[in-house]
């Protein structure tokens, strides 16, 4: 009786690690679907967007190209630049565009409009972020507090 009770208690553990493993790939399976799907779903936005019929979001124009923490420029990426004023400057293929709006939007009375934050390069980035810490010191933060705070509302420089 007691080998029986020991076969059945090996048939069930074996029996939960085969359900275990089946939902584990079934997990993964569906995730990697998921990705692919919203892969699909953003290429045709951005498609819809810029009336293209890309494949591929490599095959969409430099104008739907989004630069943030995520998603990194290339290391050889060229841009030439305008100024809009004095500090900021901007993509000179789109500037044109950007002051036009902003005229326009001026122009119907649409008040408080202005360009936040524009191109930096990676030294001007470095000099803001530097600044900000410096700040928070100043205040009396430690230097794992200045840096947290400051990577609340300014982007770490990629170096």
Not at 18 to 25: A, E, H, K, S
Not at 29 to 54: C, H, L, M, T
Not at 116 to 136: A, P
């Amino acid at each position: 009786m007691e080998k029986r009770k020991i076969s059945k208690n090996k048939v069930i553990l074996v029996t939960l690690i085969v359900l275990f493993v089946i939902v584990f790939v079934m997990i993964i399976k569906v995730s990697s679907k998921i990705k692919k799907q919203d892969n699909i779903a953003k290429i045709e936005i951005k498609n819809e967007i810029s009336g293209r019929n890309a494949k591929t979001i490599s095959e969409l124009g430099w104008e739907l190209t989004l630069v943030n923490s995520e998603n990194k420029l290339p290391d050889n990426y060229h841009i030439t630049l305008e100024s809009i004023d004095e500090y900021r400057k901007f993509d000179s293929r789109a500037i044109q565009y950007l002051k036009n709006m902003i005229d326009d939007m001026r122009r119907g009375q649409v008040g408080g409009i202005w360009v936040q934050s524009s191109y930096r390069s990676v030294e001007d980035q470095t000099k803001i972020y530097n600044n900000k810490i410096q700040y928070y010191i100043s205040m009396g933060k430690r230097m794992e507090e200045a840096k947290r705070l400051t990577e609340e509302v300014i982007s770490k420089p990629r170096i």
